[in-house]
């Protein structure tokens, strides 16, 4: 039985990953987490998850959840993840990282930290999503140089990050699989006379509003066809069913940073 902690317990995500453990086999609850402060911090932390009353009430002592855990699950922000990431190295607990906006520094600090532990750090926990990674690099090889990338996602209002994590690794995926620096590539801006697109660029656009869980649309665009592989969201239990999947396979995986594609045995 993998005991798995949650960090954000009282939050959306932190809601339906808790009651994706209740509904997993192999698992439990064994701690839930929030910030000092935090008004349902002592509160059962089923509530929030819709569950009822589970016997795990909601703490915001971050070194007794991450003792108490096999392995810590956090969908938060890259500072956060970082400090719970240094507190799970202390006590040896893995941990599964969800949070999206890391800075490069961020992730070398979060390298250093994996020395010590297995580590998971995905943008999209969905499945669908990361075979969507795996089509991607296949067709960005077939088609070659003759067609151009551009890349559009969509998501709620309240995303803090643009673009999203996602849409950064589709445009990952493709550079890499082009030979090129997606780095050098991305173009996240186009307004006024910006001159023509170049053959090398991948466009980058980001959409905001409501409550649209989360689309992503690759253009594949050629002269007289295009190809558009898209994803859509229509909840977010497929990253918390992901995200305890990705759990139960962390614990006995070797220290280092990982991700979805080794969970799936995509890679």
């Excluded at 239990?237 to 940073?257: C, H, L």
Aim: aromatic share 4%.
């Amino acid at each position: 039985m993998v005991k798995i902690a949650v960090c954000g317990a009282a939050g959306r995500m932190g809601g339906r990953i808790i009651a994706a453990i209740k509904e997993s086999e192999g698992v439990e609850l064994s701690g839930a987490l929030e910030r000092p402060g935090h008004p349902m911090v002592g509160q059962d932390a089923g509530y929030n998850a819709g569950l009822g009353a589970i016997g795990v009430a909601i703490s915001d002592d971050l070194n007794a959840v991450v003792q108490g855990c096999d392995v810590l699950i956090d969908f938060t922000a890259p500072k956060v993840s970082l400090k719970n990431l240094e507190v799970c190295a202390l006590y040896k607990k893995s941990i599964v990282i969800g949070s999206t906006g890391f800075t490069p520094e961020e992730r070398a600090l979060a390298a250093e930290l994996a020395r010590e532990i297995p580590v998971i750090i995905a943008p999209n926990m969905s499945v669908g999503v990361n075979v969507c990674f795996k089509v991607l690099a296949d067709v960005a090889k077939i088609l070659g140089e003759d067609f151009d990338v551009e890349i559009v996602e969509a998501h709620h209002r309240l995303k803090k990050d643009s673009p999203s994590g996602t849409a950064v690794r589709m445009g990952e995926v493709v550079a890499n699989a082009l030979g090129r620096d997606y780095n050098k590539v991305a173009n996240y801006h186009r307004e006024g006379i910006c001159g023509e697109r170049t053959h090398d660029e991948i466009g980058m656009q980001t959409v905001r509003g409501g409550d649209i869980v989360g689309e992503h649309t690759v253009y594949f665009i050629g002269m007289g066809e295009r190809i558009e592989l898209t994803h859509r969201a229509h909840t977010r239990d497929m990253f918390s069913r992901g995200s305890v999947r990705a759990a139960k396979w962390v614990v006995t995986a070797k220290p280092g940073i990982w991700d979805m594609q080794d969970v799936l045995g995509l890679r």
